[in-house]
Protein backbone atom coordinates (compact mmCIF):
# COMPACT_ATOMS: atom_id res chain seq x y z
CA UNK A 1 0.00 0.00 0.00
CA UNK A 2 1.31 3.13 -0.83
CA UNK A 3 1.26 5.96 1.42
CA UNK A 4 2.68 8.52 3.59
CA UNK A 5 3.89 6.87 7.94
CA UNK A 6 4.34 9.65 10.68
CA UNK A 7 6.56 7.98 13.85
CA UNK A 8 5.00 8.22 16.19
CA UNK A 9 1.68 9.18 16.81
CA UNK A 10 2.57 10.97 20.29
CA UNK A 11 6.02 12.55 21.28
CA UNK A 12 5.98 13.92 24.98
CA UNK A 13 9.36 15.91 25.28
CA UNK A 14 10.79 17.88 28.27
CA UNK A 15 11.43 21.46 27.62
CA UNK A 16 14.77 22.47 26.39
CA UNK A 17 15.53 18.39 24.80
CA UNK A 18 15.46 18.71 20.65
CA UNK A 19 12.94 15.87 18.82
CA UNK A 20 12.79 14.83 15.65
CA UNK A 21 9.79 13.68 14.20
CA UNK A 22 9.27 11.16 11.24
CA UNK A 23 8.30 11.20 7.92
CA UNK A 24 8.40 8.58 5.27
CA UNK A 25 6.59 7.92 1.91
CA UNK A 26 6.51 5.29 -0.51
CA UNK A 27 4.56 7.19 -3.40
CA UNK A 28 7.46 7.82 -5.22
CA UNK A 29 6.51 12.12 -4.85
CA UNK A 30 9.29 14.49 -5.42
CA UNK A 31 8.13 17.15 -3.14
CA UNK A 32 7.43 16.63 0.98
CA UNK A 33 6.24 19.58 3.54
CA UNK A 34 5.78 19.81 6.87
CA UNK A 35 2.83 21.53 8.39
CA UNK A 36 2.32 22.78 12.07
CA UNK A 37 -1.59 22.75 13.00
CA UNK A 38 -2.61 24.39 16.36
CA UNK A 39 -6.58 24.97 17.57
CA UNK A 40 -8.49 27.53 15.64
CA UNK A 41 -5.85 28.28 13.38
CA UNK A 42 -4.99 27.11 9.31
CA UNK A 43 -2.20 24.10 8.56
CA UNK A 44 1.18 26.31 8.94
CA UNK A 45 3.95 25.46 6.41
CA UNK A 46 7.28 24.85 8.31
CA UNK A 47 10.02 23.54 5.56
CA UNK A 48 9.26 22.08 1.97
CA UNK A 49 11.47 20.23 0.20
CA UNK A 50 11.06 19.68 -4.06
CA UNK A 51 14.07 17.77 -4.79
CA UNK A 52 16.56 15.39 -2.39
CA UNK A 53 19.42 17.46 -0.56
CA UNK A 54 17.82 20.80 -1.09
CA UNK A 55 14.44 22.50 1.29
CA UNK A 56 12.97 25.21 1.66
CA UNK A 57 11.58 27.48 4.44
CA UNK A 58 8.25 28.15 4.84
CA UNK A 59 6.28 30.40 6.72
CA UNK A 60 7.49 29.27 10.07
CA UNK A 61 10.77 27.95 10.48
CA UNK A 62 12.28 29.23 13.38
CA UNK A 63 13.41 26.79 15.69
CA UNK A 64 13.32 23.69 13.54
CA UNK A 65 15.18 22.15 11.32
CA UNK A 66 15.09 19.60 8.30
CA UNK A 67 16.59 17.29 6.10
CA UNK A 68 16.36 15.64 2.57
CA UNK A 69 18.69 12.54 2.12
CA UNK A 70 16.49 10.34 0.57
CA UNK A 71 13.29 10.71 -1.80
CA UNK A 72 11.19 8.82 0.84
CA UNK A 73 12.33 10.48 3.79
CA UNK A 74 11.55 14.29 5.28
CA UNK A 75 12.72 14.35 9.64
CA UNK A 76 11.55 17.39 11.22
CA UNK A 77 13.46 18.20 13.96
CA UNK A 78 12.22 20.54 16.64
CA UNK A 79 14.78 22.09 18.80
CA UNK A 80 15.17 23.97 21.75
CA UNK A 81 15.16 27.11 20.70
CA UNK A 82 11.46 26.61 19.67
CA UNK A 83 9.19 28.59 21.79
CA UNK A 84 6.03 26.98 21.64
CA UNK A 85 6.83 23.66 20.27
CA UNK A 86 4.05 21.57 21.53
CA UNK A 87 1.44 21.41 18.57
CA UNK A 88 -0.15 18.43 16.42
CA UNK A 89 2.65 18.37 13.01
CA UNK A 90 1.63 16.65 9.39
CA UNK A 91 3.85 16.08 6.85
CA UNK A 92 2.75 15.43 3.33
CA UNK A 93 3.69 14.71 -0.39
CA UNK A 94 3.11 15.29 -3.79
CA UNK A 95 4.12 14.50 -7.39
CA UNK A 96 5.46 17.88 -8.66
CA UNK A 97 3.14 19.69 -11.24
CA UNK A 98 0.27 22.03 -10.77
CA UNK A 99 -2.24 19.16 -11.21
CA UNK A 100 -1.29 17.13 -8.15
CA UNK A 101 -2.67 17.51 -4.54
CA UNK A 102 -0.75 16.62 -1.53
CA UNK A 103 -0.98 13.85 0.28
CA UNK A 104 -1.14 14.03 3.80
CA UNK A 105 0.43 11.36 6.78
CA UNK A 106 -1.83 10.75 10.04
CA UNK A 107 0.46 13.18 12.05
CA UNK A 108 2.39 13.53 15.16
CA UNK A 109 0.84 15.16 18.51
CA UNK A 110 3.99 16.67 19.97
CA UNK A 111 3.54 17.79 24.26
CA UNK A 112 6.29 19.70 25.59
CA UNK A 113 6.49 20.00 28.99
CA UNK B 1 -7.38 38.98 7.50
CA UNK B 2 -6.57 36.27 6.86
CA UNK B 3 -6.35 35.21 3.49
CA UNK B 4 -8.59 32.39 3.59
CA UNK B 5 -11.73 32.09 5.45
CA UNK B 6 -14.60 29.57 6.36
CA UNK B 7 -17.99 29.68 8.19
CA UNK B 8 -19.20 28.47 10.34
CA UNK B 9 -16.35 27.73 12.40
CA UNK B 10 -18.06 25.43 14.29
CA UNK B 11 -21.71 23.26 13.21
CA UNK B 12 -23.90 21.31 14.88
CA UNK B 13 -26.93 19.24 12.38
CA UNK B 14 -29.15 16.49 12.74
CA UNK B 15 -28.64 13.57 10.85
CA UNK B 16 -30.46 13.85 7.79
CA UNK B 17 -30.22 17.73 7.18
CA UNK B 18 -28.42 19.08 4.05
CA UNK B 19 -24.96 21.03 5.19
CA UNK B 20 -23.15 24.34 3.86
CA UNK B 21 -19.74 25.14 4.68
CA UNK B 22 -18.58 28.26 2.82
CA UNK B 23 -15.07 29.89 1.84
CA UNK B 24 -13.67 32.65 0.71
CA UNK B 25 -10.24 33.90 -0.37
CA UNK B 26 -8.91 37.01 -1.11
CA UNK B 27 -6.06 35.90 -2.99
CA UNK B 28 -5.73 34.63 -6.97
CA UNK B 29 -5.45 31.05 -7.20
CA UNK B 30 -5.01 27.88 -9.19
CA UNK B 31 -7.24 25.73 -7.70
CA UNK B 32 -9.03 25.40 -4.29
CA UNK B 33 -9.16 22.16 -2.35
CA UNK B 34 -11.62 20.65 0.32
CA UNK B 35 -10.32 18.54 2.79
CA UNK B 36 -11.52 16.36 5.73
CA UNK B 37 -9.65 15.88 8.95
CA UNK B 38 -11.26 12.82 11.33
CA UNK B 39 -10.72 12.93 15.11
CA UNK B 40 -7.30 11.03 14.68
CA UNK B 41 -5.93 14.01 12.61
CA UNK B 42 -5.13 12.25 9.57
CA UNK B 43 -6.80 14.58 6.54
CA UNK B 44 -7.58 13.44 3.30
CA UNK B 45 -8.56 15.46 0.22
CA UNK B 46 -12.33 15.42 -0.86
CA UNK B 47 -11.81 17.91 -3.62
CA UNK B 48 -9.61 19.59 -5.82
CA UNK B 49 -11.23 22.21 -8.43
CA UNK B 50 -10.57 25.29 -10.12
CA UNK B 51 -14.06 25.71 -11.96
CA UNK B 52 -17.84 25.13 -11.39
CA UNK B 53 -18.64 22.22 -9.66
CA UNK B 54 -17.73 18.90 -8.62
CA UNK B 55 -20.10 15.51 -7.27
CA UNK B 56 -18.97 12.89 -5.06
CA UNK B 57 -21.34 10.86 -3.29
CA UNK B 58 -23.27 12.91 -1.06
CA UNK B 59 -20.71 15.48 -1.33
CA UNK B 60 -20.63 18.75 -3.78
CA UNK B 61 -18.11 21.40 -3.90
CA UNK B 62 -18.49 24.79 -6.02
CA UNK B 63 -16.29 27.68 -6.71
CA UNK B 64 -17.19 31.11 -8.17
CA UNK B 65 -13.57 32.52 -9.30
CA UNK B 66 -14.94 36.13 -9.66
CA UNK B 67 -16.60 36.73 -6.29
CA UNK B 68 -13.48 33.88 -4.60
CA UNK B 69 -16.11 31.79 -2.96
CA UNK B 70 -16.85 28.19 -3.08
CA UNK B 71 -18.97 26.05 -0.84
CA UNK B 72 -19.07 22.50 0.05
CA UNK B 73 -22.53 20.98 0.43
CA UNK B 74 -23.29 17.41 2.19
CA UNK B 75 -26.53 16.02 1.64
CA UNK B 76 -28.39 13.91 3.64
CA UNK B 77 -26.05 14.36 6.55
CA UNK B 78 -24.85 10.88 8.71
CA UNK B 79 -22.99 10.63 12.05
CA UNK B 80 -19.75 9.68 10.13
CA UNK B 81 -19.75 12.78 8.31
CA UNK B 82 -18.49 14.24 11.58
CA UNK B 83 -14.87 15.66 11.27
CA UNK B 84 -13.31 19.40 10.57
CA UNK B 85 -13.44 20.19 6.80
CA UNK B 86 -10.47 22.73 5.40
CA UNK B 87 -10.66 24.83 2.62
CA UNK B 88 -7.13 25.14 1.42
CA UNK B 89 -6.24 27.65 -2.01
CA UNK B 90 -3.35 27.08 -3.67
CA UNK B 91 -1.43 30.30 -5.15
CA UNK B 92 -1.43 31.70 -8.56
CA UNK B 93 1.53 32.76 -8.30
CA UNK B 94 3.51 29.95 -6.80
CA UNK B 95 1.68 26.18 -7.09
CA UNK B 96 3.83 25.04 -4.31
CA UNK B 97 2.01 27.47 -1.75
CA UNK B 98 -0.89 26.55 -0.42
CA UNK B 99 -2.83 28.76 1.84
CA UNK B 100 -4.94 26.40 4.73
CA UNK B 101 -8.72 28.27 5.48
CA UNK B 102 -9.12 27.59 9.90
CA UNK B 103 -11.53 25.10 9.32
CA UNK B 104 -14.89 24.10 10.11
CA UNK B 105 -15.97 21.44 12.90
CA UNK B 106 -19.02 19.86 11.93
CA UNK B 107 -20.84 17.15 14.80
CA UNK B 108 -24.25 15.50 13.24
CA UNK B 109 -26.08 14.07 15.69
CA UNK B 110 -28.18 10.99 15.04
Known amino acids: DGGITQSPKYLFRKEGQNVTLSCEQN?????MYWYRQDPGQGLRLIYY???????QKGDIAEGYSVSREKKESFPLTVTSAQKNPTAFYLC????????????FGPGTRLTVT | KNEVEQSPQNLTAQEGEFITINCSYS?????LHWLQQHPGGGIVSLFM???GKKKHGRLIATINIQEKHSSLHITASHPRDSAVYIC????????????FGPGTSLSVIP
Open chain 1, 92 to 103: ASKSQGEAYEQY
Open chain 1, 27 to 31: LNHDA
Open chain 1, 49 to 55: SQIVNDF
Open chain 2, 27 to 31: VGISA
Open chain 2, 49 to 51: LSS
Open chain 2, 88 to 99: AVRSKTSYDKVI
